[in-house]
C-alpha cells in the first residue's frame, strides 16, 4: 500500500509499514529536527511543513497515518482534549479528507488516557468525525511491551475504513495476553522516573515506563533504572532509540539544527516500530474478528480499551493490550553498558520527593534503601 504519514516525526509508522512491505509517498512534519531525520531516513519523499496547509495526496494514496499531538490529551499534558492547539490539529485531517475526494485508509494512534479524559470526549469526536464520512472503525489500546520492548508503553491504535475492509479484521483478530514480571528488587532491573517521587512514579518491572517527549522547556527526561545489583542508572539516547524499536542512532541526523537533547523529544513522540509493522503486516494479510467478547459501547462517561462501529452501531471488545505476547530481552541486559549512574542532584531530589511526609506514594520493599545508598555513594 502507497502511505501518507502526517505528524510523521521521526518516521516509526512510516519505517514499521516498510518493513511490512508498504511504501510512503508523503510526509507531514512541522519540527526541522524531525524533518532533518525523515531526509535522511526516507530520502527523495515530499515533506511538507504544516498539516494546515497540506498539499496535494499523491495520487494512489491508500493510507493515512496520523500519530496526532498528544500534548493536550495526556495525563501530564494539558488535558483540554481536541479544543487544545496541538491536539486539535487532528481536525485538519478530516477537513482535508472532507474536500477531498480521496478516501483512504486511516490509521490513527495517541495515548489511552483519551478514552477517559472528559468522558472520553475526545476519541466520541474522533468517531463521529469518521463516521460522518462513511467509514467504519475499530480501535485497541496496545502495549509495545508485548512487542520484545523493555519498554511498557501503551497506546490507543484506530483503523478506519472506507470500503471493503473491516477494521476488526486488522486491529481486533491477534490475541496473545503476556504475563508482566512482578517486582523483585535485586534480582530484575527496574524503570521509574527520578523526575517524580511525590505523587508518581512510572515504575516498570525489568523495562522502563514509558519514553516521554522532554520537558516543556526542552530538558532530556529519560528515565532511571535500578540495576539488579542495586546500582541507579539512565539509559542513552541510543538505548532509548533501540527501546523504540529503531537502529541505535537513528536521530543523529537532529543535531544538525537543534541541540542533543531535542533528540529525546523525538524519540519520545515516535510510534514504536514493531507496533506499526505489525499493523503493517494486518493491512496486508487481514484475519477474521472474532464475534465473541462484544458488549454495548456506554453512550457517555470513560470508554473501553477496545471497540468498533460503524453505520450498524458501536461495540466494545474485551481484548487485551498483547496482539503478540512476544517477551523481550531483560532490562538489565538490553541498555548499553557501562550506563551512566544518576547523578548526585537528581538522586538527592528524587529522594527528598520520595521521603517528603506529604508524599502518597508506597514503594517497594527495598526501593527507597537501594536509592539512598546510591545518594551516598555519588557524595562520597
Not at 494512489?60 to 483540554?80: H, K, M
Not at 520527593?353 to 539512598?372: C, M, Q
Request: net charge neutral; hydrophobic share 40%.
Amino acid at each position: 500500500m502507497r502511505i501518507a504519514g502526517l505528524f510523521a516525526g521521526i518516521g516509526g509508522f512510516e519505517h514499521g509499514l516498510h518493513q511490512a512491505g508498504h511504501e510512503t509517498v508523503l510526509l507531514c512534519e512541522i519540527k526541522p529536527e524531525a524533518q532533518a531525520v525523515l531526509r535522511e531516513k526516507f530520502p527523495g519523499i515530499r515533506i511538507d511543513p504544516d498539516v494546515r496547509g497540506l498539499g496535494p495526496i499523491p495520487k494512489g494514496t491508500e493510507v493515512i497515518c496520523a500519530g496526532f499531538p498528544c500534548q493536550d490529551l495526556s495525563q501530564a499534558g494539558r488535558t483540554n482534549g481536541l479544543a487544545g492547539e496541538q491536539s486539535g490539529l487532528i481536525h485538519a485531517v478530516f477537513e482535508a479528507l472532507r474536500t477531498r475526494r480521496i478516501r483512504p485508509l486511516l490509521v490513527i494512534e495517541n495515548v489511552p488516557f483519551m478514552l477517559q479524559l472528559h468522558g472520553g470526549a475526545a476519541m466520541r469526536t474522533i468517531i463521529e468525525e469518521v463516521e460522518a464520512l462513511g467509514y467504519r472503525w475499530a480501535y485497541r489500546v496496545v502495549d509495545s511491551f508485548s512487542f520484545g520492548l523493555p519498554q511498557r508503553r501503551e497506546r490507543v491504535f484506530m483503523v478506519a475504513s472506507h470500503g471493503d475492509l473491516r477494521p476488526g479484521d486488522v486491529l481486533l483478530v491477534d490475541d496473545r495476553p503476556l504475563s508482566r514480571p512482578e517486582t523483585a528488587v535485586g534480582r530484575l532491573a527496574h524503570g521509574f522516573y527520578w523526575t517524580e517521587g511525590k505523587e508518581g512514579l512510572g515504575w516498570a518491572v525489568d523495562a522502563v515506563p514509558t519514553v516521554k517527549n522532554g520537558s516543556t522547556i526542552g530538558i532530556a527526561s529519560p528515565p532511571a533504572i535500578l540495576m539488579p545489583n542495586l546500582e541507579i542508572v539512565t539509559p542513552s539516547i541510543q538505548d532509548a532509540e533501540a527501546m523504540q524499536g529503531f537502529d541505535p542512532g537513528w536521530t543523529e541526523a537532529a543535531e544538525t539544527v537543534e541541540r542533543p537533547s531535542a533528540r529525546w523529544s523525538l524519540v519520545g513522540s515516535a510510534v514504536s516500530v514493531p507496533v506499526a509493522r505489525w499493523l503493517g503486516e494486518k493491512l496486508a494479510r487481514p484475519g477474521e474478528v472474532s464475534a465473541g467478547d462484544v458488549g454495548p459501547f456506554p453512550a457517555e462517561g470513560k470508554l473501553p480499551r477496545a471497540a468498533y462501529g460503524g453505520a450498524n452501531g458501536r461495540f466494545a471488545v474485551a481484548i487485551s493490550t498483547d496482539p503478540v505476547g512476544k517477551r523481550g530481552p531483560h532490562l538489565a541486559t538490553f541498555i548499553e553498558r557501562p550506563a551512566k549512574p544518576l547523578s548526585a542532584k537528581a538522586t538527592n531530589g528524587f529522594y527528598s520527593r520520595a521521603t517528603h511526609p506529604d508524599t502518597r506514594l508506597r514503594f517497594a520493599d527495598g526501593f527507597i534503601e537501594s536509592v539512598k545508598r546510591h545518594l551516598d555513594t555519588m557524595v562520597s
